[in-house]
């Protein structure tokens, strides 16, 4: 959806990214995001000598609205782990006219500068993904050699901010206080403490390893898997009861088969394919620059024999992946983005998957019963096969 967004008589059009998807209400800003931008501006806390850094700004929100035609832009840096996210700051940035010289974008994974002036957070869903995010800025701040002070500005909708999430945030990086509530978003403010003891002190978590028992389809030997999730990928301690029913439902692999493990988290399902059919060719894809790292850290640890078999890509679905070129794609579908629940990322994941299969590919899924999937399979393919269900789960093929 293309959505209007007046702040202090700036008016913006947002876009919500993917630009092709089904359900075009959702808008592109929230409340959390008006609030910031007042704050920050009734304050007069940004000058073009400052450096911002924005946490989790989805679809450029706040990254639009820092910069200017002029040249008297500060400095954005924009930190995600959602490659989706970053393509929607460039775009709005460019379709509204604006000049991105001073813009850079980052991702999760990567070390922060030490020159940051303003720290401006959408507090992310994930719990883990908050602490992994407070620790790095916590290190941020007590690496840095610079005497200036930094302020930090945290934003969610109101009903988001429980007095536990107040208790992270005290921990990890110092008094905390909050706003009152505008429009159901509320403002948070931290005070670094003044003493941070040494990196030992709340050394990262992240990622997580833990083992996964293995059983062979075939001829091969079972074996013990040890699986590495860094913190913004699900099921951070264990197998997810989704992903092993799905496992137990994955269809037999010939040997040379061209995989695709579609939304691959930490490629858990395609690490399975490769650990029952070494002779197959797995492609692993996620717009998470953490969920790639995950399942690349995991072939190299259970398969390092194997990795020269292996794709790993960060991208939007299956853009620009050539058409008519996979055998068989597995994809756990999200059915939510961010906040909203939402099947379109699921809609674009069938058709690109449509495109992508050779004719007589197979596309398999998992879901919840309630998602009715069967009824987008046997649109977009005109065919849809029930291939095991329970009371929570269905497994179904769709054949190109």
Same mark, same amino acid.
């Given at each position: 959806?293309?959505?209007?967004?007046?702040?202090?008589?700036?008016?913006?059009?947002?876009?919500?990214?993917?630009?092709?998807?089904?359900?075009?209400?959702?808008?592109?800003?929230?409340?959390?995001?008006?609030?910031?931008?007042?704050?920050?501006?009734?304050?007069?806390?940004?000058?073009?000598?400052?450096?911002?850094?924005?946490?989790?700004?989805?679809?450029?929100?706040?990254?639009?609205?820092?910069?200017?035609?002029?040249?008297?832009?500060?400095?954005? @840096?924009?930190?995600? =782990?959602?490659? /989706? +996210?970053?393509?929607?700051?460039? &775009?709005?940035? !460019?379709?509204?006219?604006?000049?991105?010289?001073?813009?850079?974008?980052?991702?999760?994974?990567?070390?922060?500068?030490?020159?940051?002036?303003?720290?401006?957070?959408?507090?992310?869903?994930?719990?883990?993904?908050?602490?992994?995010?407070?620790?790095?800025?916590?290190?941020?701040?007590?690496?840095?050699?610079?005497?200036?002070?930094?302020?930090?500005?945290?934003?969610?909708?109101?009903?988001?901010?429980?007095?536990?999430?107040?208790?992270?945030?005290?921990?990890?990086?110092?008094?905390?206080?909050?706003?009152?509530?505008?429009?159901?978003?509320?403002?948070?403010?931290?005070?670094?403490?003044?003493?941070?003891?040494?990196?030992?002190?709340?050394?990262?978590?992240?990622?997580?390893?833990?083992?996964?028992?293995?059983?062979?389809?075939?001829? @091969?030997?079972?074996? =013990?898997?040890? /699986? +590495?999730?860094?913190?913004?990928? &699900?099921?951070? !301690?264990?197998?997810?009861?989704?992903?092993?029913?799905?496992?137990?439902?994955?269809?037999?692999?010939?040997?040379?088969?061209?995989?695709?493990?579609?939304?691959?988290?930490?490629?858990?399902?395609?690490?399975?394919?490769?650990?029952?059919?070494?002779?197959?060719?797995?492609?692993?894809?996620?717009?998470?620059?953490?969920?790639?790292?995950?399942?690349?850290?995991?072939?190299?640890?259970?398969?390092?024999?194997?990795?020269?078999?292996?794709?790993?890509?960060?991208?939007?679905?299956?853009?620009?992946?050539?058409?008519?070129?996979?055998?068989?794609?597995?994809?756990?579908?999200?059915?939510?983005?961010?906040?909203?629940?939402?099947?379109?990322?699921?809609?674009?994941?069938?058709?690109?998957?449509?495109?992508?299969?050779?004719?007589?590919?197979? @596309?398999?899924?998992?879901?919840?019963?309630?998602?009715?999937?069967?009824?987008?399979?046997?649109?977009?393919?005109?065919?849809?096969?029930?291939?095991?269900?329970?009371?929570?789960?269905?497994?179904?093929?769709?054949?190109?």
């Amino acid at each position: 959806m293309i959505s209007p967004f007046i702040v202090n008589d700036k008016n913006l059009f947002l876009s919500r990214f993917p630009i092709a998807q089904v359900n075009r209400s959702l808008q592109a800003w929230d409340s959390a995001d008006e609030y910031l931008i007042n704050h920050i501006t009734d304050q007069g806390l940004i000058d073009p000598d400052k450096k911002i850094a924005l946490f989790n700004d989805a679809f450029g929100a706040l990254a639009t609205n820092f910069c200017h035609s002029g040249t008297d832009n500060p400095k954005i @840096l924009c930190i995600n =782990d959602s490659y /989706i +996210s970053s393509q929607g700051i460039s &775009y709005n940035i !460019e379709q509204n006219y604006l000049d991105d010289s001073k813009v850079e974008q980052i991702t999760s994974l990567d070390s922060l500068p030490d020159d940051i002036d303003i720290i401006l957070y959408k507090i992310p869903k994930s719990k883990a993904m908050l602490i992994e995010q407070l620790i790095q800025i916590k290190q941020m701040i007590r690496d840095r050699t610079s005497d200036k002070e930094c302020i930090f500005i945290a934003a969610d909708r109101a009903k988001e901010i429980h007095s536990a999430t107040l208790k992270v945030f005290e921990k990890y990086l110092g008094t905390t206080k909050t706003s009152l509530a505008v429009k159901k978003a509320r403002l948070v403010f931290c005070q670094f403490d003044s003493h941070f003891g040494n990196a030992q002190d709340h050394k990262s978590p992240f990622p997580t390893v833990w083992p996964l028992a293995h059983k062979s389809t075939n001829d @091969l030997p079972s074996r =013990d898997l040890t /699986i +590495s999730n860094h913190a913004n990928v &699900y099921a951070r !301690e264990k197998l997810d009861i989704g992903a092993r029913y799905f496992i137990e439902n994955l269809p037999e692999v010939a040997p040379n088969t061209t995989v695709i493990d579609l939304g691959c988290g930490n490629g858990v399902l395609g690490l399975t394919v490769l650990a029952n059919q070494p002779e197959a060719h797995v492609h692993f894809i996620d717009e998470s620059s953490m969920a790639i790292a995950s399942a690349e850290q995991n072939i190299k640890t259970n398969l390092p024999g194997l990795i020269e078999q292996c794709e790993f890509t960060i991208n939007d679905c299956l853009s620009d992946i050539e058409g008519g070129s996979v055998d068989l794609i597995l994809c756990n579908p999200p059915f939510h983005q961010n906040t909203a629940t939402t099947d379109h990322i699921a809609w674009q994941m069938f058709r690109d998957s449509h495109r992508v299969l050779k004719k007589g590919g197979e @596309l398999r899924i998992i879901g919840n019963r309630q998602l009715a999937y069967h009824i987008k399979l046997q649109r977009l393919f005109g065919n849809e096969k029930l291939i095991a269900s329970n009371d929570k789960f269905v497994t179904q093929s769709a054949i190109k």
